[in-house]
């Protein structure tokens, strides 16, 4: 059984995860309409993963005979200044949950929650990967800066993304 706490804190987490969808897929639609349908095709498919994050937590909250109370989602930014910042920003935003993820374990170790430690570990590992994604994309857009060409050919690149 979770403490309240610790359920307070995963529904807190579906939030997160959820938003994070949100946020991707506002990106899609920014990459949309400018036409870079390989970078939008890549936010969608991390949109569509950020909701399994979030299913992840929904099912373990209820294994452990908790309860799942779903929050409001703030409206995500719309526009980004170029490729380069949004994809900037999707880095900031992924060390934003390795942060929260971090907490969550702190936490499940703090109560002497086990279960949720071991369960949190799929997320530290999962974290790693999602920064190593993006990151080099975001370092590469920040070089390529406004030049067309290397906007295009990453924007080919980013499109062939499995979902
Ligand atoms: Fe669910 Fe991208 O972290």
């Not at 991390?46 to 929050?71: C, I, P, W």
């Not at 086990?114 to 920040?142: C, D, M, S």
Request: proline content about 2%; overall charge negative.
């Amino acid at each position: 059984m979770l403490s309240t706490t610790m359920e307070a804190a995963l529904n807190e987490q579906i939030r997160e995860e959820m938003y994070s969808s949100y946020l991707y897929l506002a990106m899609a639609a920014y990459f949309e309409g400018l036409d870079l349908r390989g970078m939008a095709r890549w936010m969608r498919v991390q949109a569509q993963e950020e909701n399994s994050h979030a299913m992840k937590l929904f099912d373990y909250v209820f294994e452990r005979g908790g309860t799942v109370t779903l929050k409001a989602l703030a409206e995500p930014q719309a526009t980004w200044a170029s490729p380069a910042a949004a994809f900037a920003a999707a880095l900031g935003h992924e060390r934003h949950i390795t942060g929260c993820i971090h907490k969550l374990v702190e936490q499940a170790a703090a109560e002497h929650d086990h279960g949720t430690v071991n369960f949190l570990q799929w997320f530290v590992k999962e974290q790693v990967e999602e920064e190593a994604n993006v990151e080099p994309i975001a370092r590469r857009l920040e070089k390529i800066g406004d030049n067309m060409v290397g906007l295009l050919f990453t924007d080919r690149e980013l499109g062939s993304r499995g979902a």
